[in-house]
DNA sequence: GATGAATGAGTATTCATTCAT
DNA sequence: CATGAATGAATACTCATTCAT
């Protein structure tokens, strides 16, 4: 989808196949590189399972390091997306302390799964694992990705502080800690992404981060 | 010690004998794992860097796969030791809400500096990196290392609760919630230790952590 | 031919031309297993001497034991092809025992000349040296070789025996035995190939195992 | 046994040890070159087999290629020795022919146990493989093993000759003859001595040799 | 534009041999 | 004398990349 947007704008006018090849080739790229590493994720591999030729994803993507920086930024981009999606409606205004935890109790599980989907592990290793090599990689990432969502969701939070609901001083890093009392127990109990979490421990986990920021930031009475 | 002079002397005529070579190669295994990870590593590059020749890889170590889960778990255990250690007078009683807070303020910085420094850092982007490659990796790493430290960690701030300064339900919870709140600008701060972090900048981070903390789990007034 | 042309016109140009390859491959590493037997023969070697990169021979061959596979089979059906044209005017109805024995005479040099070629000797040693490594060799180079070529010449005998100029019980035996009674001195006379048998001496081997035989399997008076 | 009697002559007033030492590594070498091929054989297999460090068979044997040299030796001298064995009350001067024929149907499974044997095989494979590497090495074990044996046959079958009970020109010749006739059919049988061969079918080579033999030099009527 | 074929550079691993003890 | 430890050299194989079609 979003790949296949950025290309679009790029090359309206091309026959379909074109799009086609690029956008399988960039799948395929993103399940290797996931599945393998970059280093061991080879080029015949990818054109293998992209359905073509190897010197056609040297035609479209120039090589196997700039397929590398696509794939992450089209991951980067497809997670932004996703996570202010799931953003999109909240917070609807609540009328007191009880509706906001349930306004954050809904839209926490759509945060969390932004950050326990295949991809998102996918992104986050490969992230890990290359940002020595690519060292441009990381702030560019973050640029399309993580960070403008941090700074949405900082927004929310501070429209919910303004309406008095909350008590915060700085939204950023107050959105940040809400992300990382949602998300700090997902990398141990998914083995980082190798093994599924039970709903329920899901669950547990996501009331306890809010609970805990809730308990944080909620207004003191005088 | 005397091993030492004794190896010394020898060197002086012939860099050949046996020495701590295991040890020589696997610091030159981490150095060269963090720099290129685990695929671009060659064994050259290892045992030029540790000063050996090739085969006394093989032979101390079995391989590269061995070496790399060696250096993997002597991190493991050494972060283990160091956050152990930064736990070690933490807490001493503190008379009440301020005098806990400088405790706080005190030890935060040396528990997150074990997950700042370069070694943590490297094993983190390795284990990330290769999880994929050994599925048993992730698992002895957390029970090698920082699964310990978190457990203990609970243990004294389930201390501080006994002691009526903290209110805290589920202490494990509570102490990767605490972490989490310490570490989670990290890498985004230092582009996954590739850069250094200003010092305030980092007292501001354990300061807002900690203070969020604090307020999500201090004992509320009846 | 025109493709011979063709890729003639090419290689003025740039070696690079795909050509047949394989055969040049094939009849490299013909020549360095043979020199060098199997375990020293190295694929750099058999690249250099095919004049092909290294790698071509794992796209055409797949390998180092599979180029040695089809090398030895080659070899057998070589061997094969050249032994059944020898025997192909044998017998033509011989009037009497005199003329038999001319034919045997002018035959029998043709069919130990199958045993004495150089490339009977590489085949016989790669043989007996990697049967160990390789269990379905032999049966395979028995198959597609010297096994073929023992069943026709039974039959030859068998033809020579019904029209009463040989009394044999059992042609397929016979047939083993006269090639044993004329070939059982090459090993020890050319030491396994590496020296030339002098024209006489061989003359005078075949002529004594021909003698042998027909005093063996000539019909009796009654 | 032979090769202890070498050794003993060499160095008789040596400790034990040292004797065994040595053969228990011509033991394994015999072992490991035979199961392996000269190549494959590593030096640490066969010290490992023999129980000895690996610089000992340096001291004892001087490297692989001596110790394939005496292992070979001393595969041609046992062999020989045990051809002999079985010759040593052959002929004891026959009645007529059909005491002839018995003295050979019992000679013989001895003198072909000698080529059927585990050891000849490895020897005879071992020969085939290396003579290339190895050029002294086929003509050394020719004159140790079979060369002799070959020689005293013929003197046997020549004192038959002699006593008018076979019609012989050549003696050595038709000692090869014999030979080639008893054993031509053993490698195709026994894949290269990879596989038993059963009795019933050893006998029905062995009687189809003699039978031929006798046919073709048996004196014939005036 | 897509491809089959080819390649130069680089990988982990093994081996025969030799010191120093 | 026997050995544990070390090494230089060599091996099979793989990969990203590029021609020529």
């Known amino acids: 989808m979003s790949a296949g947007d950025i290309a679009a704008t790029r090359e309206e006018r091309r026959p379909r196949g074109r799009l086609d090849k690029r956008q399988a080739i960039m799948d395929a790229g993103?399940?290797?590189?996931?599945?393998?590493?970059?280093?061991?994720?080879?080029?015949?591999?990818?054109?293998?399972e992209a359905g073509v030729a190897k010197p056609t994803i040297y035609n479209h993507l120039g090589g196997k390091e700039n397929l590398f920086r696509e794939v992450m930024l089209g991951l980067a981009r497809a997670a932004n997306a996703k996570f202010l999606a799931a953003l999109e409606s909240f917070p609807s205004d609540p009328s007191g302390p009880a509706e906001l935890r349930e306004q954050l109790l809904a839209v926490a599980p759509r945060l969390v799964d932004c950050y326990h989907e295949p991809e998102s592990w996918a992104r986050q290793r490969l992230l890990y694992a290359e940002s020595g090599r690519f060292p441009d990689l990381f702030p560019a990432v973050l640029a399309a990705g993580t960070g403008q969502g941090l700074e949405v969701l900082a927004g929310r939070l501070a429209r919910l502080a303004n309406a008095g609901h909350l008590e915060i001083a700085d939204p950023v890093r107050a959105a940040g800690q809400f992300l990382a009392l949602l998300t700090h127990e997902l990398p141990g109990l998914s083995q980082l992404g190798e093994r599924p979490i039970g709903d329920d421990v899901l669950a547990g986990v996501i009331e306890a981060g809010i609970d805990t920021f809730l308990r944080a930031f909620s207004p003191r009475p005088a």
């Open 30 to 48: 993103l399940r290797v590189f996931a599945r393998e590493g970059y280093e061991r994720a080879s080029v015949d591999a990818i054109a293998a």
